[in-house]
C-alpha cells in the first residue's frame, strides 16, 4: 500500500512538473508573440511618423497662374501715324493653387504688367487664404495704357505684325499653417507671357511659369 501511495505521490509530482513546464512554455510564447506585436507596432509607428512628416508636415510652394478666360472690356490699339498706342481693359481671375494639408494665408500682392520691360499697368491681389489642397479663384479687372511707354517704335513694328506682346510677374509672400501649430512661410512666383491678336481683336496665346 505504501509503495502505490509513493508511486501515485510520484506521478502527481511529475504531472505538477510536467505542468509547471508547460506553462512556463506557454508564458514564453506569449512574451515572443508580444515582443513581436511591439515591434511591429513600432516600425508602423516609425514608417506613419515618417511618411507624416515629409507628405503632411513638407510645406510646398502655392502654384500662382493667370486664367486663359479673358474678357476684353475696352481694347483699343491705335497703329497710325508715328504715335502707335494701346488702351487695355480686361478682366481674369487669378488662380493660387495650394497642394498643402492646411491653408495658405496670403499678403496683398501686386501683379505688374510690362511692355518691352516698361511698366503699362498694374493690379492688386487683396490678401486672402486658398485652403488645404484647393485653388483660390480671385477676379481682378485690369487696365493697361502705353502713355508711359519711353519708346513706342517696337510697338509700332509689333503692331503691323498684328499682334501685342504683353508680361505679368508676380511675387505672392504668405505662410502654409499646418496642424494649426505649424506655420511656414512660402512664396508664390509668377511670369506670363500675353499675346493679344490686333486684327481679330482678342486674346491669340497666353503662357504661364
Known sequence: MA????????????????????????KRKKRIKLAIY??????????????????VMRAKSPKLRLSN????????????GSSPSFDINFST???VK????????FD?????????????????????KAGLKSTKKINVIVSLSSSQL????????????????????VKMTGKVELMLIMKKKKSANMNCTIIIDVNQKKLRNLECM
Open 38 to 55: 511591439i515591434a511591429i507596432f513600432a516600425v508602423f509607428q516609425v514608417i506613419v511618423i515618417t511618411v507624416f512628416g515629409l507628405v
Open 98 to 105: 495650394n497642394s498643402n494639408f492646411g491653408p495658405y494665408k
Open 3 to 26: 509503495e502505490k501511495n509513493q508511486e501515485g505521490n510520484g506521478y502527481t509530482k511529475r504531472d505538477e512538473e510536467l505542468a509547471t513546464l508547460q506553462s512556463d512554455e506557454l
Open 150 to 169: 519711353p519708346n513706342t517704335a517696337d510697338l509700332g513694328t509689333e503692331l503691323a505684325a498684328g499682334t501685342l506682346t504683353l508680361s505679368t510677374t
Open 108 to 128: 496683398n500682392t501686386t501683379a505688374i504688367f510690362t511692355y518691352g520691360g516698361a511698366t503699362v499697368g498694374h493690379v492688386i491681389i487683396p490678401k486672402g
Open 93 to 95: 481671375q487669378v488662380r
Open 69 to 80: 478666360n479673358i474678357d476684353f472690356h475696352n481694347l483699343n490699339i491705335v497703329n497710325v
